[in-house]
């Protein structure tokens, strides 16, 4: 098995059929006007099966890339877990029940006929 990262992490598979996955790091702040050098060579063939590389060059921060979704997604949770915990809780004080009861198990229910 090979010992670079940046080719393990090529070679593993991706979920869904458009995809990024990442290369490498620049370490260093840049700053405006900063020029890049990329050379790119064509290792892999994606044209037989129409398939298309692109370089992206993006930023992220400590919390991950430019896609808000995921921390969206975790505040709307977050705040119907804390809607239904305090909906539970207000339930609970304003009718309590019995920790065990077994009167509300459906086979101990007496049909209205009987």
């Not at 609970?92 to 007496?110: A, E, Q, T």
């Amino acid at each position: 098995m090979s010992e670079q990262e940046d080719l393990i992490v090529w070679m593993r598979t991706a979920a869904l059929p458009t995809f990024r996955k990442l290369y490498g790091r620049i370490y260093v702040d840049l700053k405006a006007n900063d020029t890049i050098t990329v050379r790119l060579s064509n290792n892999y063939n994606t044209y037989s099966f129409g398939g298309k590389k692109k370089l992206v060059l993006s930023t992220a921060t400590w919390l991950g890339g430019k896609n808000d979704f995921l921390g969206f997604a975790y505040l709307i949770v977050g705040g119907l877990c804390i809607f239904l915990a305090f909906a539970f809780t207000l339930l609970y004080l304003i009718k309590p029940r019995k920790l065990g009861d077994h009167n509300y198990l459906s086979w101990n229910r007496h049909p209205a006929g009987r």
